[in-house]
Each structure stands twice: as structure tokens, then as C-alpha cells.
């Protein structure tokens, strides 16, 4: 009934193209914006920040990072998990070395150095294609994680060889280290997440977008109309990089507060976010909130539906918790393949046509 | 159905509300994953002495207590869940059995005032409470657990272990991270050299670091793993037929569970303790008639009287005698957490306790203060006999190299309050 193009008339091109033309889903997404920025952060504890809106946020970012690099361009990468770690340890490194610095640029460079390191990974994807592209981006996860193990001066020669964030201000309200409040912490992350959502919806809809699907499509056909795959992969790396490195710098320095590379960005994260972009759908940006959502949230909601709700064994609790996540799993991708991007693109059809489907 | 479920889901969430009738000692527990083969046994010690002490004396000073356990599986995101879901219980303090956990947790609980308790385990330079005032790592540290391996090693070869080599094989975490530090100084003092073999997590792959103690041949090996990287590293160096007693694990390389899938060949093999093994005490009379006996032992009830086992019960007898020392303190039997650290830091564990609570010769006697949060740095040395399947005290309890650990302990705090703007205060 509300949720139609009739009535909603467009006279401009710009109008036309616009991310959400029926006029209900604007409004929808504004009322989502405000309640975001000016609900939210009135209502949120420590818990509701630490357990379900930091990952949430994060690893939406991280996963649209992956997102331009599988879902667009169709490189595999098996790597996020590695550039995750480079751009929590540029920013520790940047945290400590500039500590007069606002942590704003320092998560921005943070990412900035993360986009130069993937170009350097991406390198491969030139000459190697699908499968053999993975293996050679798992290659740069197993050496990251080293790197970062193995040479001091980037834990700053700690003893432990943890790396912890150093408290940093923005107008004087801490965002990072033990004394931050849930509200600062996730107005942080949430514009981070917000301008990461708007950067890459509007780098996929332009040129850069069309040349990686072309790529994408078959990059034999790319190449002939025009399209120059160096340039073509290579920006898709670094894009996908410099995002994957802005959510490895605040799931660090907001989040974790102190990590361990090898066990906060070992090769089960980089299979972590390939699954929430595979679950939630590839090129799609609403996809990689919604992958996000379903592999952070649904363990957390489990866990105290079964524990706290039903007081249940927590050992019985996280190895159902297992079974239940990795059914739905299956059962989501048979029901629906092209992941729930695609079931909400299927249910938005149908309520175009309701309620006369024919 | 599916709403039902959510709406009890929201409403466990939100109703997070202190309960103040009792008692809290949240349970950081993990009985999944690569580490399980510890956590279990840990767990369950911990939830029956506290399930004893409210069976038996209706709990710490006529307060019932309260055990919530929540499954972390080792992982730091999942610990910092953890954390949050149960600071707001009233919890008394905090045992996460993870080093990892504990780096993350240790700005967290001076923020929130909850104390923290570490035993053999965590950030070593946290016994220096002007520094770390919520943190305690009583009775023993990383730092004495290498120099009492040394200590022993020298105490095998008579006194001179100069041009020896020693191996460490470690997790290659922040845990294994730790006793790097001792061991180059005790290199320096005693003259040996050290070889370090790191092995990555969860630790099944050591062929190649087993390979090269093979090629090498080192003296000793000193092990700091966890999980089920024990029970790796013991198979090959049974494999490669590296002498068991040349072979010393630390704390958290002594359990039953580490040595006996190798069988025989184990037999022989060494690791430090800094409480007694066994359950030859009548605390576990008390916990037969009160516990096992009404079918109230926590888990599958299969751990009783194992090493790691035998730890939980001690960490919760730590707490539970600082709980009481704070109810004397501040003469009431509702505590909070800050004064819990006063009970704390006012700790003192004599023989004539241990033997009260049934636990004769259990533990070194220590006492806590503001400037040593850590205790005396007492640990011994314990063998493992595969043909009665059991562990033995092979020494007495030997005090660490304190005039190596001291200044160590003294330069990694003053960094850490300097990296963190604290002033070390102690009143």
C-alpha cells in the first residue's frame, strides 16, 4: 500500500538513481539513521556496546570491505583476517608514535596503510585467478600473523607481545582505553560505519564499480571494452583493504582494547567475515550488514536465550550454539543461495505487488 | 514460539540487575575448544568448593553464594561478553584462566573497581599492587615458575649449568610470551644459553619444533603450553625419545590429562605446581558427603582429585578466604567488590588456615600486601608416575630467584604506569 514507486515521481536523474527510490524505504532508512545517532546512544549499557553493537559495527565494516573484493570484483580473499591485523597494529603504532594526534586520522591512516599493504597482495590476483588467488592470500594471512609475532618493534617490544590502546580523546571525551563510555565508544564506530556504508555504495554504483563487475563477469570481455585490470583489481584491493584496515584499527583500539594478533586475527576471522559477505550477499552493501548481523548477533542471542533463559549448562549452550548457527547456515543457503541480500530483494518484489500479486 | 524465545532472551538481558542477597564469584569457564582439556577440570573445582561451602557452612559468613558460569572457549571477544554479561551481578572478583582475557580485563576492572585474581597465571608484573591495585596474582607468578625450573635444573646438575642448553618450547601468545624475560636473565646469571621454539596456536603442529630439539639435542626442554598443545609436545618428545626427566612443564603443563594419552613413555615427565596434588586431604571427605554424594559436583564429575581440578578448588579457596578476611575488615557479611580487594590485600594464608579448612601442606604460606600482590614466589617440582597414573612432589617448595624477579617485576609495572598515566600509590 505505502510501499510503492506510484505517486513518487522522479524529475531529475540524480532522483532516478537515488539508493532508495520508493519513497517508504527512504523514509525507513532516515528513521533508522536518527534512531542510530539520537536513540541509541541515550538507551545503550556496557553490555548492549560490547556484546552486540561494537562487533556488529565493525564487522559490517570489515565485511563491506570484503564485500568490494569478492561480491564486486570477484577476487577470493582469504586474507581479511591479516589485514585486519595491519591496520590494528598501523594504528598502534601511529597511537604511540603521534600521541598528540587525533585518533580520527590515526584509524583513517590506519586504513590508508592497510590499502597500500593489500595493493601489495593484490599483486598476485593479475596473474592468478579463483582458487589459486585464495591459496595466495591465505599466504599473506599465515604472514602477517607472523610478521607481527615474529619483529618486536611493532608490539613496541612489550614483553608479552600484546599490544594494548593507549587512551585517546575526541573533544575531550575518551573513545579509546578502559574509562570510555558505551555512548562515546559507539558514536565512534557508528560514523565510521555509516561514511564506510556511503563511500562504498557510491564507488560501486559509479565507474569504479561498473570496471570491477566487468572484471568480475569475465575479464577476458572487460578487457576488451576498455577496462584495465591492473588498475581495475588493484583499486578493488585497495578499497577493500583500506576498509578491512579501518575495521581492524577499531576492533583493536574501541573494542578489544588489547589483542594478541595470533589469536584475535588468526585465519578463523578471515573465515569468519567471508561468510558473513557469503551469507549476507555477495556484491551487495545491505548484504554485509546483514551477514554481519547473523554471525554476530545470533551467537550472542542464543547464548543468553539458552543460559540466562533457560539455564542451561554453558558447555551444552556453546556446542548447540555451534550446531544451530552452522544449520542455519546450510538451510539459509539453500533456501536462498545469493544470501539474504537476495531474500530482502525478493520480499521488497513482493510488497511492491501486495497485495494483487497478479 | 520464536518471539516467546526472543522475548526471554531480551528479558535476560535487560532484567541484568545486581541480586544482592548473595554473594557473586562469576566463573570465566571454558569447556569448549583447543583448551577445554583444562578448563573443565578448573571449572568444576572452583563451582564444588563453592557449592561445598553453601552446602556445608551455608556459605562465607551466613551469605549463600553464587557461581555464574560463562563459556568464553579461550577466546577474548567471547570473555569481554562474558565480562560485561556478569559485572553487573555483584560480582566479587574475577579468575579468567586466560592470559589473553587477563590483558584485555586488567584496564576494565580498574575502571569498574572489581578485583581480579590470576594465580600463576596472567601479567606477571601485577604483583606490584601500587601499580596494579585491582590485580593480584597470589600465590606464585610465570616469572617464579621459570626461575624454580632453572633453580631445579641446577639442583639436578649440582649447582653448574654453565654452556647447558635449555630449550622452551611455548605457546606463542602472551602467555607463552612471559617467562622470556626471567630466562635470558637467569642466562646471563648462570651461564647456560637458550633456545626458543615458539608453537602457534592451538599447537597440534610441533613436528618442525621437535624436529630441531631432536637435531640439537638441548639439555633440558622447559615447556609453557596449554591445552592441547601439552599433550602434543609430550607425544613427540616421547617419539623422539627426549629423556622425560630433562622435561619440565610449567603449572599448566602438569595435568593427567597432558601425560597420559603418551602412556608409558610419559613416565618420568616433570612440571611445577604451586599447590598440592592428589586428593589424600579431608576436604575431600567433606566434598564426598556434601557434594558428590547428593549429585551436586559440577560437570561430568570425572576430574575430582586431577591437578587442574585440585587448582579450581585452591583458586576458590583463595577467594573464599579473602572474602572472609574482608567480611572481618569492614564487619559486615555483605561485601562489595572494593571491599573484597581490601580483603584481599589483606590476605594472609598461614598453615594453621590450610589445616582448617582440610587442606594441610596444600599451599605455600604467603601473605598479601599492597606492595607484593604476588605472594613469595613458592612453587615445587612434581613427576609423573605412568604405572600408578599419578603425580608426585619430588621437592620441597622453592623459592624463586627474587633478586632476578624483583627488578623485572619493578621496570615492566613502572612501564605500564607510564604508558597508562598511573601514579603508584600505596596507603
Not at chain 1, 591479516?82 to 601511529?94: D, E, H, Q, R, S
Not at chain 2, 639439555?219 to 602434543?232: A, E, P, R, T
Request: aromatic share 12%; charged share 15%; with cysteine.
Amino acid at each position: 500500500m505505502f510501499y510503492r514507486e506510484a505517486g513518487d515521481f522522479k524529475t531529475s536523474y540524480a532522483e532516478d538513481n537515488q539508493t532508495f527510490p520508493i519513497r517508504f524505504d527512504r523514509y525507513r532508512y532516515y528513521a533508522v539513521l536518527v534512531a542510530a545517532f539520537a536513540v541509541v546512544p541515550f538507551v545503550i549499557n556496557d553490555y548492549w556496546v560490547n556484546a552486540v553493537f561494537l562487533p556488529f559495527l565493525i564487522y559490517s565494516i570489515a565485511a563491506i570491505g570484503l564485500n568490494i573484493l569478492v561480491g564486486y570484483c570477484g577476487q577470493v580473499s582469504l586474507g581479511t583476517g591479516g589485514f585486519m591485523a595491519v591496520g590494528a597494529y598501523a594504528c598502534y603504532k601511529l597511537m604511540t608514535a603521534f600521541p598528540e594526534v587525533n585518533i580520527l586520522f590515526h584509524v583513517v591512516l590506519a586504513g590508508g596503510v592497510t590499502a597500500i599493504v593489500g595493493v601489495l597482495f593484490g599483486l598476485p590476483s593479475l596473474r592468478i585467478k579463483g582458487f589459486y588467488l585464495a591459496v595466495a592470500t591465505l599466504a599473506a594471512q599465515f604472514f602477517l600473523v607472523w610478521l607481527f609475532n615474529r619483529v618486536p618493534w611493532f608490539y613496541n617490544y612489550s614483553a608479552s607481545g600484546q599490544i594494548s590502546a593507549p587512551e585517546r580523546t575526541i573533544f575531550g571525551v575518551p573513545v579509546t582505553g578502559a574509562e570510555t563510555a558505551p555512548w562515546a565508544a559507539y558514536l565512534f564506530c557508528l560514523v565510521f560505519t555509516v561514511v564506510c556504508a556511503l563511500i562504498a555504495r557510491n564507488l560501486t554504483r559509479g565507474m569504479a564499480g561498473r570496471k570491477w563487475m566487468a572484471i568480475r563477469d569475465m575479464d577476458i570481455a572487460a578487457e576488451i571494452i576498455g577496462v584495465n585490470p591492473l588498475r581495475a583489481k588493484l583499486s578493488a584491493f585497495a578499497v577493500s583493504s583500506f576498509f578491512v584496515g579501518i575495521a581492524g584499527a577499531l576492533f583493536f583500539a574501541v573494542y578489544l582494547g588489547a589483542v594478541e594478533v595470533g589469536e584475535a586475527f588468526g585465519i578463523n576471522k578471515s573465515f569468519l567475515v567471508l561468510f558473513m559477505v557469503i551469507i549476507g550477499g555477495l556484491g551487495s552493501i545491505f548484504g554485509s550488514f546483514a551477514g554481519a548481523a547473523f554471525l554476530v548477533l545470533l551467537p550472542v542471542l542464543l547464548k543468553n536465550t539458552l543460559v540466562s533463559g533457560l539455564g542451561w549448562p554453558t558447555d551444552l549452550a556453546a556446542h548447540l550454539e555451534f550446531m544451530i548457527v552452522g544449520g542455519l547456515i546450510i538451510v539459509f543457503l539453500i533456501a536462498e543461495p545469493h544470501g539474504l541480500a537476495q531474500l530482502w530483494r525478493v520480499a521488497k518484489e513482493k510488497l511492491r505487488l501486495w497485495p494483487f500479486p497478479h | 514460539m520464536k518471539m516467546k524465545l526472543i522475548a526471554t532472551a531480551l528479558a535476560a538481558v535487560v532484567t541484568a540487575a545486581p541480586a544482592m542477597a548473595e554473594l557473586v564469584f562469576p566463573s570465566l569457564s571454558y569447556r569448549t575448544g583447543p583448551y577445554a582439556a583444562g578448563g573443565i577440570p578448573f571449572a568444576d573445582g572452583y563451582a564444588d568448593y563453592f557449592t561445598l561451602l553453601n552446602e556445608r557452612d551455608g556459605g562465607i559468613g551466613g551469605e549463600k553464594l553464587e557461581v555464574p558460569e560463562c563459556e568464553t572457549a579461550y577466546n577474548t571477544e567471547k570473555g569481554v561478553e562474558c565480562y560485561e554479561s556478569t559485572k553487573d551481578l555483584g560480582s566479587l572478583v574475577y579468575q579468567p584462566l586466560s592470559t589473553g582475557i587477563t590483558y584485555q580485563l586488567i584496564p576494565k576492572v580498574t575502571a569498574d573497581g572489581i578485583p581480579m585474581l590470576t594465580s600463576g597465571l596472567g601479567r606477571t608484573s601485577a604483583k606490584n599492587g601500587a601499580v596494579f591495585p585491582w590485580v593480584f596474582n597470589f600465590p606464585a607468578n610465570y616469572w617464579d615458575g621459570a626461575s624454580v625450573a632453572v633453580k631445579h635444573i641446577l639442583d639436578q646438575e649440582g649447582g653448574d649449568i654453565s654452556g647447558k642448553t635449555i630449550a622452551l618450547v611455548y605457546h606463542n601468545s602472551a602467555y607463552g610470551k612471559e617467562p622470556i624475560r626471567t630466562l635470558e636473565e637467569l642466562a646471563k646469571k648462570h651461564g647456560y644459553d637458550l633456545t626458543l621454539l615458539p608453537v602457534d596456536h592451538p599447537g597440534q603442529e610441533q613436528k618442525s619444533q621437535w624436529l630441531q630439539v631432536r637435531r640439537e639435542k638441548p639439555d633440558y626442554v622447559i615447556m609453557w603450553g596449554w591445552g592441547v598443545m601439552n599433550q602434543v609436545a609430550i607425544q613427540e618428545a616421547v617419539n623422539i625419545r627426549f629423556p622425560m626427566d630433562k622435561f619440565i612443564g610449567i603449572w599448566w603443563s602438569g595435568s593427567e590429562n597432558d601425560v597420559k594419552p603418551a602412556g608409558e613413555g610419559a613416565h618420568g615427565y616433570k612440571a611445577l605446581t604451586f599447590h598440592n596434588l592428589g586428593d589424600d586431604y579431608p576436604l575431600y571427605d567433606d566434598l564426598k558427603t556434601h557434594v558428590f554424594d547428593k549429585g551436586l559436583a559440577a560437570g561430568a564429575g570425572d576430574q575430582h582429585g586431577t591437578a587442574i581440578y585440585n587448582r579450581g578448588l585452591y583458586a576458590a579457596m583463595l577467594v573464599a578466604e579473602a572474602a572472609k578476611t574482608a567480611q572481618e575488615i569492614h564487619g559486615t557479611s555483605q561485601i562489595t567488590p572494593a571491599m573484597m580487594r581490601d580483603g584481599m590485600e589483606a590476605l594472609e594464608m598461614t598453615e594453621e588456615k590450610m589445616v582448617a579448612l582440610g587442606l594441610p601442606k596444600f599451599g605455600p604460606e604467603f601473605t598479601v600486601s599492597c606492595e607484593n600482590h604476588g605472594g613469595n614466589g613458592f612453587a615445587a617440582i612434581g613427576q609423573w608416575d605412568a604405572s600408578a597414573g599419578e603425580w608426585k612432589l619430588i621437592t620441597d617448595y622453592m623459592q624463586s630467584d627474587q633478586e632476578i624477579i624483583q627488578p623485572l617485576i619493578e621496570a615492566d609495572s613502572m612501564a605500564y604506569a607510564e604508558e597508562s598515566n598511573i601514579t603508584p600509590a600505596c596507603n
